[in-house]
């Protein structure tokens, strides 16, 4: 690859920070310093953490941003638990960014996986 923007779990956690930034949308507007900014922030830490990883000089480098990516993403997860629970927006409008995360989960952790045997396999 030439670069993280041809990552299947770069695209899909950009799709994640999209589906955040709408569901957020309609928080009410004294949550916008708490909720919705953490939620927004840690939705864009995903990809984020995803492309400056790839972009590190070794491994062990990229293997801790991803790392950070999927705990950004339980956040995201907990964060939209949160909001359901407060009743600022109901299970089924969260149902696509749940399963974004869930997409999104499942290829960081084949990706962390993959590094890391590669990793491994290095070693002396």
């Known amino acids: 690859?030439?670069?993280?923007?041809?990552l299947e779990v770069w695209k899909s956690s950009m799709d994640l920070v999209e589906q955040v930034y709408a569901v957020t949308q309609n928080?009410?507007?004294?949550?916008?310093?708490?909720?919705?900014?953490?939620?927004?922030?840690?939705?864009v830490s995903v990809s984020a953490n995803?492309?400056?990883?790839?972009?590190?000089?070794h491994k062990n480098e990229y293997l801790h941003h991803l790392s950070m990516a999927y705990g950004s993403l339980m956040e995201v997860e907990t964060?939209?638990?949160?909001?359901?629970?407060?009743?600022?927006?109901?299970?089924?409008?969260?149902?696509?960014?749940?399963?974004?995360?869930?997409?999104?989960?499942?290829?960081?952790?084949?990706?962390?996986s993959s590094l890391k045997a590669l990793t491994d396999n290095q070693k002396p």
């Open 1 to 6: 690859m030439k670069t993280y923007r041809e």
């Open 27 to 43: 928080f009410p507007d004294k949550e916008r310093f708490g909720l919705t900014s953490q939620l927004q922030r840690a939705g």
């Open 50 to 57: 995803i492309a400056e990883g790839y972009g590190r000089a």
């Open 79 to 112: 964060h939209l638990m949160i909001a359901v629970r407060l009743k600022y927006v109901d299970r089924d409008s969260v149902r696509e960014v749940w399963k974004l995360c869930q997409q999104s989960g499942k290829m960081l952790n084949k990706l962390r």
